[in-house]
Nanobody
Framework: QVQLVESGGGLVQPGGSLRLSCAAS????????MGWYRQAPGKERELVAV???????NYADSVKGRFTISRDNAKNTVYLQMNSLKPEDTAVYYC?????????????WGQGTQVTVSS
């Protein structure tokens, strides 16, 4: 099993910044991608950003140029730097890790951290 613990959420004014952290532990060997998803009230969970084993990244169009995903392999931690935050970024943010075992993809999720953008 893989355990994921997020931190760094909170309340911020529009235009502000936050950095989310996600620390992975447990059977982390073989994780091939980690990412951040978010879910706003009444909406489906959506991908925000992902970073793969080789370091390639992808972002949702709505956050390109404002959010940056990065990782510290020594700390088994992934970060999401969020700048120029907008009210529509308000959501619960979830960390995700994907691990492929015998051609089967397993998804692991953190407990979520609330991000609220409001004046």
């Amino acid at each position: 099993q893989v355990q994921l613990v997020e931190s760094g959420g909170g309340l911020v004014q529009p235009g502000g910044s936050l950095r989310l952290s996600c620390a992975a532990s447990g059977r982390i060997f073989g994780i091939n991608a980690m990412g951040w998803y978010r879910q706003a009230p009444g909406k489906e969970r959506e991908l925000v950003a992902v970073i793969r084993g080789g370091g390639s990244t992808n972002y949702a169009d709505s956050v390109k140029g404002r959010f940056t995903i990065s990782r510290d392999n020594a700390k088994n931690t992934v970060y999401l730097q969020m700048n120029s935050l907008k009210p529509e970024d308000t959501a619960v943010y979830y960390c995700n890790a994907q691990k492929v075992v015998i051609a089967i993809t397993n998804d692991y999720w953190g407990q979520g951290t609330q991000v609220t953008v409001s004046s």
